[in-house]
């Protein structure tokens, strides 16, 4: 099965700064790269995604590039704002029905 | 409109017990998933089911069964249940097409106490 793995475990950074967190697959057959955000309490909810046939996607302070070669794709925050504090995943789809295989996920906190 | 919604968002229960999850999408979605999220927020795909195929994880214990009445409805039942059981549990939705985000439902705390 696909294997995802991802990097940090947790995330400290000062508002304003960047963040970044990195997730490597297994499966070279793999086209599309989501990101989830889930704050405490809640339900994971997609924030941005990307698919094999670009290298970078940007949405206001949030952009997703993938190196499908080294395959590995990464989510980068900037500015970030307390808000932006909750776990992210990223996931892969795997097996016959693609389904998402979720990374371990990224405890990012932003401090004031 | 709520696009996945889950019933009941909290169940505690005694071992042993049965019980079901009950799971609702209005999105049209073909696919519908289960997933467990354990205490150190790991997530892991239990099943997924669409009109023509049950995708089962091997390493769900056959006391978890999904029941899917019509494709806007999948349903999760647990019988016989144990302490290792205690978790949240996610529904989620999609087209199914591998390239789709999904739609989460907002979650059942599981407690087995």
């Known amino acids: 099965g696909e294997n995802v793995e991802q990097h940090p475990s947790t995330l400290s950074v000062q508002e304003g700064d960047s963040a970044v967190i990195k997730c490597t697959y297994s499966?070279?057959?793999?086209?599309?790269f989501p990101w989830y955000k889930q704050e405490l309490g809640k339900r994971p909810q997609l924030i941005i995604d990307?698919?094999?046939?670009?290298g970078e996607k940007k949405d206001q302070r949030i952009a997703v590039t993938l190196n499908k070669t080294a395959k590995h794709f990464s989510l980068h925050i900037t500015e970030t704002q307390p808000e932006d504090s909750a776990v992210y995943f990223c996931?892969?789809?795997?097996?016959?029905?693609?389904?998402?295989?979720f990374g371990s996920g990224t405890q990012l906190t932003v401090l004031p | 409109d709520t696009a996945v919604s889950q019933t009941p968002k909290y169940l505690v229960t005694q071992m042993g017990n049965d019980k079901s999850i009950k799971c609702e999408q209005n999105?049209?979605?073909?696919?519908m998933y289960w997933y467990k999220q354990d205490s150190k927020k790991f997530l892991k795909i239990m099943f997924s089911?669409?009109?023509?195929?049950?995708?089962i994880n091997e390493t769900v214990p056959n006391r978890f069964s999904p029941k899917s009445p019509d494709k806007a409805h999948l349903n999760l039942h647990i019988n016989s249940l144990e302490l290792g059981d205690s978790a949240v549990y996610f529904c989620?939705?999609?087209?199914?097409?591998?390239?789709?985000?999904?739609?989460f439902g907002s979650g059942t705390r599981l407690t087995v106490v």
């Open positions: 989620a939705s999609s087209l199914g097409d591998g390239e789709s985000g999904y739609t």
């Open positions: 499966d070279s057959a793999s086209n599309y």
């Open positions: 990307i698919r094999s046939n670009v």
């Open positions: 996931a892969v789809p795997s097996g016959s029905a693609r389904q998402l295989t």
């Open positions: 999105l049209g979605h073909d696919t």
């Open positions: 089911y669409n009109n023509k195929e049950l995708i």
